[in-house]
């Protein structure tokens, strides 16, 4: 494919703008702040935590490696905040170390609040009774003892831990009085559990970090050695490195490459416990080739995203937050042909408050449906147990002609992305891993039935990924729609990106890095010139992030020409809101809550017919121009009046909403005046609930006589 020249907007300056990083730390500490509030549950706190470190692991990992990269480089170039390299990574250093206090401090206070409910996070063994220490020994030397391995290291012996795995690092006495003490490592690989349990005659959940178990036999570890210390440590290394698909011919032996060059870049942080001896801490800095400046001292478990283990133990369910079970949604009946009913008018479904069922029963059923002829999908990130898969698989075997672009260049889920084509393809389905240079982002299925009146296209198109895990934890916007001119556009989308056609100007849909970026900045003008006419102007954009600099400057434009700009913007937002004279008119709130926002939805007034999309795509610059992302337009009266319904809904959020302000804090919203506080995804539960309630009540009653089902091997009678 080659790529169309695209429609620019003006630029802004550096004071217009706030930096990119920055603002993603500013997005984690809001995920902290949910682990701080007194009214979220204990566990769900916890989980919060255990999620930040989780975040703060990526972020070092990518983005503070880039910058190392950069500043190794010596690139002086600033950013469009007006921040160079070097300047941005001392003030994200600086912000990380605050926020990694802040996160044990967290977790000191939450182990004690935890603790007067009987879930107890011991920091050693001594706490413990003799017989929990007995127990605990028999365990060490049964179960944790046969799977560890202590690797010498030193000059002449070079070890290079895996990034992000949990070690000991093990001081030894020297051999002899003039030599230096010795050094060795231990991994504490992912097939040992990161806490033990230990059974209590209370009936306590008490957890001890394997790494203190370790400690506590270390002598037997390192039988015959004489140990001065043994110290909890991990590593990051460096995952800002990218294929050069110019070199590589084949793009799976590539990643699988890229995969194993992962293990041997280098080491940009080090987290080790505060107990660490200077001796040891100067033999590990040399031996991992550090300097102090990037070294983290933590005071408790090192790794706080392992946290996530012992969230979901059984029991302590007053500690939790009600569970909000997904409910069917009134537009799809689950036992009737999916076809079907696309086939009566669009349906849209707000994910995942409605059931994600219906996306799996679409694929499942064109799977086993005689009358389909063809699938085509998309896939970024899948399940590791997922029916989707399964259901392609499936539809291959018996003859469909089966179509699957899988994003190989997903990152960090290269790997199961790797393993679930490879099973796709040898089940006889047509993979194809991505495109050149672009990653395909887009959430796109294609269905081709052949029905009396010929063949109909079936699509669904999402904000999400296609993954039944996930689907349950974040916030989207799904759509289907079996309309002429939406699925002749998917069919051209599919021979682009599966093929070398370059796709012509669609009918409906807008496609990056063709279209998508000159028709967002397009509406914004539209919306800017109605303003500059004296008629009344708005848009509403919800997003996960908002970094480029072409948009932004669109929506400053429009700002100054009196443009009623509302944002919901969960991650980053470079954009300045609330300055005279260049955003007094826009409004940039924040969400975060039970589940993750992943919806991308945008409404233009447009004079009061109201310009209405969902999109995979984020206002970033990597999305618009270097990943290929759809946009897709709500026409049907029913789908445009729900999805309005729900947008209004999230900047009506006065609980967990915060409000951005031009220095880059954000603030809780409040209540103004008499206003009922509404917490918005709490309101679209109730929203869908009421919805599934009110069909199931309006429902006719049905006598369904159940009979024998007939069996072709068996029964020879018709």
Same mark, same amino acid.
């Given at each position: 494919?080659?790529?169309?020249? !695209?429609?620019? *907007?003006?630029?802004?300056?550096?004071? =217009?703008? $706030?930096?990119? #990083? @920055? +603002?993603?730390?500013? &997005?984690?500490?809001?995920?902290?702040?949910?682990?701080?509030?007194?009214?979220?549950?204990?566990?769900?706190?916890?989980?919060?935590?255990?999620?930040?470190?989780?975040?703060?692991?990526?972020?070092?990992?990518?983005?503070?490696?880039?910058?190392?990269?950069?500043?190794?480089?010596?690139?002086?170039?600033?950013?469009?905040?007006?921040?160079?390299?070097?300047?941005?990574?001392?003030?994200?250093?600086?912000?990380?170390? !605050?926020?990694? *206090?802040?996160?044990?401090?967290?977790? =000191?206070? $939450?182990?004690? #609040? @935890? +603790?007067?409910?009987? &879930?107890?996070?011991?920091?050693?063994?001594?706490?413990?009774?003799?017989?929990?220490?007995?127990?605990?020994?028999?365990?060490?030397?049964?179960?944790?003892?046969?799977?560890?391995?202590?690797?010498?290291?030193?000059?002449?012996?070079?070890?290079?831990?895996?990034?992000?795995?949990?070690?000991?690092?093990?001081?030894?006495?020297?051999?002899?009085?003039?030599?230096?003490?010795?050094?060795?490592?231990?991994?504490?690989?992912?097939?040992?559990?990161?806490?033990?349990?230990?059974?209590?005659?209370?009936g306590r959940a008490v957890f001890l970090p394997i790494e203190q178990v370790v400690a506590w036999q270390i002598a037997a570890v390192m039988e015959g050695q004489s140990v001065r210390e043994c110290v909890p440590f991990r590593v990051t290394r460096n995952a800002d490195i990218e294929l050069r698909e110019d070199l590589s011919s084949d793009l799976l032996v590539g990643m699988q490459e890229l995969l194993d060059d992962r293990?041997?870049?280098?080491?940009?942080?080090?987290?080790?416990h505060r107990c660490a001896s200077r001796a040891l801490m100067n033999a590990m800095t040399r031996q991992l080739d550090l300097d102090q400046a990037e070294v983290y001292y933590v005071d408790g478990p090192v790794e706080l995203r392992s946290l996530m283990a012992i969230v979901q133990t059984d029991g302590f369910e007053c500690l939790r937050p009600e569970q909000w079970e997904p409910v069917p949604s009134p537009d799809v009946d689950i036992k009737e042909c999916i076809f079907t009913q696309i086939a009566r008018g669009d349906i849209l479904l707000v994910h995942p408050y409605e059931s994600f069922d219906p996306v799996v029963k679409f694929i499942s059923d064109a799977a086993d449906d005689p009358q389909v002829l063809a699938i085509k999908q998309v896939l970024y990130r899948t399940a590791s147990q997922s029916a989707i898969v399964e259901a392609l698989i499936r539809a291959a075997q018996v003859g469909k002609y089966v179509t699957v672009l899988i994003e190989l260049k997903a990152r960090f889920d290269e790997a199961r992305n790797i393993s679930q084509a490879r099973r796709l393809e040898l089940a006889g389905v047509h993979v194809v891993y991505g495109v050149r240079s672009l990653k395909t982002h887009a959430k796109i299925c294609l269905v081709v039935r052949r029905e009396r009146q010929g063949i109909v296209r079936y699509v669904h198109f999402g904000t999400g990924n296609y993954n039944e895990k996930t689907a349950a934890l974040y916030s989207d916007v799904g759509f289907f729609t079996c309309r002429n001119d939406f699925g002749a556009d998917a069919s051209d989308v599919f021979n682009a990106i599966t093929g070398y056609s370059q796709p012509q100007s669609l009918r409906r849909l807008e496609m990056a890095p063709f279209s998508i970026r000159s028709t967002i900045l397009k509406l914004i003008t539209n919306e800017t010139e109605r303003a500059r006419n004296n008629e009344k102007a708005e848009i509403t954009m919800k997003m996960n992030s908002l970094s480029d600099d072409g948009i932004i400057a669109a929506l400053y434009d429009a700002s100054r020409a009196g443009v009623k700009i509302k944002l919901n913007v969960r991650g980053i937002c470079c954009l300045k809101p609330g300055v005279p004279g260049m955003s007094e008119n826009i409004t940039v709130v924040s969400i975060v809550d039970?589940?993750?926002?992943?919806?991308?939805?945008?409404?233009?007034?447009?004079?009061?017919?109201?310009?209405?999309?969902?999109?995979?795509?984020?206002?970033?610059?990597?999305?618009?121009?270097?990943?290929?992302?759809?946009?897709?337009?709500?026409l049907a009266p029913g789908a445009r009046k729900k999805l309005l319904a729900t947008l209004d809904v999230y900047f009506a959020d006065r609980v967990k909403a915060r409000n951005l302000y031009p220095n880059g804090d954000y603030r809780l919203a409040t209540p103004r005046g008499k206003e009922k506080p509404v917490r918005a995804q709490e309101e679209l539960y109730r929203r869908a609930k009421a919805a599934a309630r009110l069909?199931?009540?309006?429902?006719?009653?049905?006598?369904?006589?159940?009979?024998?089902?007939?069996?072709?091997?068996?029964d020879t009678t018709p």
């Open positions: 494919m080659t790529m169309k020249k !695209k429609k620019t *907007a003006p630029t802004v300056t550096a004071n =217009e703008f $706030l930096n990119r #990083e @920055l +603002s993603w730390l500013e &997005f984690n500490q809001r995920v902290l702040l949910e682990a701080c509030n007194p009214e979220v549950p204990l566990l769900e706190r916890l989980k919060f935590l255990s999620i930040t470190a989780s975040n703060l692991d990526e972020f070092c990992m990518v983005r503070v490696g880039g910058l190392k990269l950069l500043v190794a480089a010596k690139i002086r170039r600033t950013d469009p905040s007006g921040m160079t390299p070097r300047q941005q990574l001392v003030a994200v250093t600086r912000r990380m170390r !605050k926020m990694v *206090a802040d996160q044990y401090e967290l977790l =000191e206070s $939450l182990s004690k #609040e @935890l +603790s007067e409910h009987g &879930f107890v996070l011991l920091e050693g063994v001594d706490a413990l009774t003799d017989e929990q220490r007995k127990w605990l020994e028999r365990e060490f030397m049964d179960n944790i003892f046969p799977l560890i391995s202590p690797v010498g290291v030193g000059d002449d012996r070079p070890f290079h831990p895996t990034g992000l795995l949990l070690h000991c690092a093990v001081l030894l006495n020297p051999v002899a009085s003039d030599e230096a003490p010795r050094l060795a490592f231990i991994p504490l690989g992912p097939k040992l559990p990161r806490f033990i349990r230990i059974p209590d005659a209370a293990l041997e870049t280098e080491c940009i942080r080090l987290e080790v039970y589940y993750l926002e992943h919806a991308r939805i945008f409404r233009f007034r447009n004079g009061g017919l109201d310009d209405l999309y969902i999109s995979s795509a984020d206002m970033m610059t990597r999305n618009l121009d270097k990943r290929i992302e759809l946009m897709i337009p709500v069909q199931e009540q309006t429902k006719p009653t049905m006598l369904e006589p159940y009979h024998r089902k007939r069996n072709p091997q068996t």
